[in-house]
């Protein structure tokens, strides 16, 4: 597990501009999803946003509902803690792609669920 977030850490260092398109397995928390890419499977944590435990419940939903399982989104790495990927994670529309991709974390803060980190643009 160690080896993948290495190299998407390395890619994320070499091609910045690149993301990673995955899917959404499972939604485990109001910030922590199961994301698959190809025959791997990963712990993601949504960057730059934090939950109060108070509304986990209330975020989880939310993001099973803007993220069904099988939801195809683009990673963008932001580092990693303790063995789990920090990105910033956008959904990527199943349709023409006319349709505005949301940040989840932007939409979890939108939505009043979470509060954005500081130092953490970009």
Excluded: F, H, K
Aim: charged share 15%.
């Amino acid at each position: 597990m160690g080896w993948l977030i290495g190299l998407v850490a390395l890619a994320y260092l070499l091609l910045p501009s690149t993301a990673l398109a995955a899917e959404v397995l499972q939604v485990r928390s109001g910030t922590l999803l199961q994301i698959g890419d190809g025959n791997r499977s990963y712990a993601v944590e949504l960057a730059c946003v934090a939950v109060a435990p108070a509304d986990d419940a209330a975020a989880a939903a939310w993001l099973r509902q803007a993220l069904p399982r099988r939801s195809r989104v683009n990673l963008r790495p932001r580092g990693s803690d303790d063995g789990t990927l920090l990105a910033s994670v956008q959904r990527l529309a199943a349709g023409s792609g006319s349709e505005p991709r949301l940040d989840m974390g932007q939409g979890l803060v939108a939505a009043g669920l979470a509060t954005p980190l500081p130092n953490c643009g970009g």
